[in-house]
């Protein structure tokens, strides 16, 4: 069955600081991985990376796909109290479910003033 | 435009009774997908819809749970004889190809 595990689960830093977020996964035959952001309830897109896109930008946020480490990151710079939310990464189930995708536990960010 | 909505925000039930949770998606998009987020974990799939079928109805936890998509967009998950266990985020999202998913903002379930 397909894992996905994330570290740390939760992690206060202070605004400004940069944060790194892992997740590493086992997955019969990956497609892809994703990382969403989870305020309150709906967790919003953030990254796909893919065998053909395993960096990805976006303003203060990047994220990484290590294959050989069956692994990825996320990081953030110059963080705001605005990134406070839960990080979630997911990897895409195995073929038959479309791009439903199996999650980790996430890891809960808190940035403090 | 308008994103994935899903009703009611909130439920609170007895045990025991029946629940129908909806979902509507963004207009176009094909595939549609139900996941249930327990407290402290990751959102869990359920059931994935492809039109109007039930592609993969796999992570399903038992035959109480249900799902119907009849004219391809709106789609209604169903609870039966509802448990204590069953309390959790029900979040539907919907996808014009299936590669990226735009989620809802959940129903949060509460059976006492």
Redesign the interface.
Known sequence: EDKVVQSPLSLVVHEGDTVTLNCSYEVTNFRSLLWYKQEKKAPTFLFMLTSSGIEKKSGRLSSILDKKELSSILNITATQTGDSAIYLCAVVRLPGSGYALNFGKGTSLLVTP | GAG?SQTPSNKVTEKGKYVELRCDPISGHT?L?W?RQSL??????LI?F?GTGA??D??LPNDRFFAVRPEGSVSTLKIQRTERGDSA?Y?CAS?PR?????????T?LTVL
């Open positions: 994935v595939a997908y996941y402290g974990q990751g959102p869990e799939f994935y492809q592609a993969d796999s992570g985020v979040l996808s299936g590669n990226e998913q735009f989620f809802g903002p959940g949060r």
